[in-house]
Every structure is written in structure tokens, then in C-alpha cells.
């Protein structure tokens, strides 16, 4: 009668089944890691004023008109857990020549300003905040989306915490 053999397990196959374990582990914490850190990470808000200049009459009516507020940003095809808070319009001026050369501020009859506030939540030692792919800073072109609405604007203003902007509106 034949023996039955026992598999005995050798050094070879615990190193390589150990090395299979961590190279799942690595691949795991490259494509999670992030996602894990900010699920748990704690978080304060994050507000951006995002300026429209110069917009047309058909088009600040529009936003005026679909009342934007609490609207979610979306990013790409997905929401995003960012909202409007606030849409408000400004003065748009321009800069004019005068006869005698000279340049002047004046008020565009038509064109306002929009602006948006868009709030977020990030961790606070964020080195580039984000919503959804585009970084919030101060100075950069931002794509305000929603379900309903699209363009682009520039920040002009971010804070963290409360928001208590002295220019209010």
C-alpha cells in the first residue's frame, strides 16, 4: 500500500506566499490609502468665493433664476458632497480712456459680476485642498457645476473655519 504523503510546508513557500501578502498590502494602501485617510480624517470647512467677471444679462439672470443655493457641485458625472451657499451679484467695472488720455473706472450698464461661495470640508492640514479634482486657491481658474449650471470663474477669496469675509455683500 502506497503511503499517503504529507505536504510539509518549506521556507520557500512561507517567503513566497509572505511576499504575495505584502505586495497585495502595498497595491492595497496605493489605491485606498488616500480614500481611507480622508474618511477619517478630521475635517473643518473650507469656504472659496468663485468671481464670474463680466457677465452677460442672459446669463445672471439665469443663475438669479434657478436660485443655486444648496445646490451640490458635481465633478465630472458624480455629486460631490460640496454646496453653494451663497450666489450674489456685483458691479462690473471696466477701465475707459478719456479724451485727455487719462483711464477711469466705469460701471458696464449690463454685465455684473456673479459670485459664488462654494463650501467644502477638508482636513486642516491640507497642503492642496481640492473639490472634487480642482485645487482651492486664491488666484485660480475654478469650475462652478452643478446638475443645473456651468462655467468657469476665478477664486478670489479662501478661508477655513467660519466663514466671516469682511466684504460681505
Known sequence: MAEKKKRKFNIIDIVVIAIIIIAIAVVGVKLLGDKVTDAVAEKVDCYAEVVIVGAQPRIYE???RQDLVGEKMVSGN???SSTIEDVWLEDYIVQLPTSDGKTVDSLDPTCKNIVVLVKTQVAPDTASPKIGSQEV???KTFIVKTQKFE???TIRYVEFGEYTNANEH
Open 62 to 64: 439665469e443663475v438669479l
Open 137 to 139: 486657491r486664491a488666484g
Open 151 to 153: 462655467t468657469s470663474g
Open 78 to 80: 458624480s455629486f460631490l
